[in-house]
Nanobody, 117 residues
Framework: VQLVESGGGLVQSGGSLRLSCTVS??????????MAWYREAPGRQRDLVASITYRGDTTYIESVQGRFTISRDNAKNTVYLQMNSLKPEDTAVYYC??????????WGQGTQVTVSA
């Protein structure tokens, strides 16, 4: 299974970005996967930011609640992260994967998000 993240970039504080993550590979059943976005800032561990169940139920960490929106398109095997009102502290490499560590696929390359003050 391959995870390919895209959509990152350099944006000013207050700006927006939309990240995409496409899941591909043999015999995948994307419609039953609970998925999540994670981020890893320099010198910090990789943390879960937002998750979405196969039914579409979502969760967010407190610091992004109300600014980020996770969604999915099962027909495209893709999960999205709409990020609004970006802050410098959102700067990180963003990754997607399954929600639960025991079910992780191999990590993709991630996509860099840099928010300037």
């Amino acid at each position: 299974v391959q995870l390919v993240e895209s959509g990152g970039g350099l944006v000013q504080s207050g700006g927006s970005l939309r990240l995409s993550c496409t899941v591909s590979g043999p015999e995948i059943t994307f419609t039953i996967y609970d998925m999540a976005w994670y981020r890893e800032a320099p010198g910090r561990q990789r943390d879960l930011v937002a998750s979405i169940t196969y039914r579409g139920d979502t969760t967010y960490i407190e610091s992004v609640q109300g600014r980020f929106t996770i969604s999915r398109d099962n027909a495209k095997n893709t999960v999205y992260l709409q990020m609004n009102s970006l802050k410098p502290e959102d700067t990180a490499v963003y990754y997607c994967n399954r929600k639960y560590s025991r079910l992780y696929f191999d990590w993709g390359q991630g996509t860099q998000v840099t928010v300037s003050a």
